[in-house]
């Protein structure tokens, strides 16, 4: 009989990341609970205008990533003609813009599918879409500090959208 395989213990920076996760899945989880218990059935234009709003929400953290990474490169000697030396704050900001289309491409099809399937989306996609800015704006300044202090902003980014395509999915179903 073989011995059970031992874990090695997170380290420091697992377990910071693993709360941070934790506590965004749990606003999530309040987000989706709110969310529903405050949302009326409503018109298709009026999910849509809810929609257009969350939407330019999106857009408006897209524009200002790609803002952030051309002024770090206009204002890099080593970065400005886009060779290959590098500049850490370009690439800094590149990596945060990556995540942040990234997240912005997942959010804005999780609030379409959730707008268009669901009667009662208007409260869930705007609360979701102000966990959004709130998760881009913890990501954007802890991320300089690590996995840790970004880990939070991860969260309230990514699970209100899986959230969203759960509650389309089961909209869809019903």
């Not at 234009?45 to 408006?60: H, K």
Request: hydrophobic share 55%; with cysteine.
């Amino acid at each position: 009989m073989s011995e059970p395989v031992a874990h090695p213990p997170l380290r420091k920076a697992q377990g910071g990341v693993a709360r941070g996760i934790g506590i965004g899945l749990g606003l999530t989880i309040a987000a989706v609970i709110i969310g529903y218990s405050r949302s009326a059935a409503a018109t298709l234009e009026s999910r849509v205008a809810t929609l257009g709003i969350a939407v330019l929400v999106l857009g408006l953290w897209l524009a200002a990533a790609i803002g952030v990474v051309a002024r770090r490169r206009f204002a890099s000697n080593t970065a400005i003609d886009g060779g290959d030396r590098v500049d850490p704050r370009v690439d800094a900001g590149n990596a945060i813009l990556r995540n942040t289309a990234e997240q912005v491409l997942l959010a804005g099809l999780a609030y379409t599918a959730l707008t268009l399937l669901s009667d009662h989306a208007r409260v869930p996609v705007a609360l979701f879409a102000a966990c959004f800015s709130a998760g881009r704006l913890l990501f954007w300044t802890g991320y300089r500090d690590g996995a840790e202090a970004r880990a939070l902003g991860f969260a309230l980014t990514f699970y209100p959208s899986v959230a969203a395509l759960l509650m389309a999915a089961v909209a869809l179903i019903r």
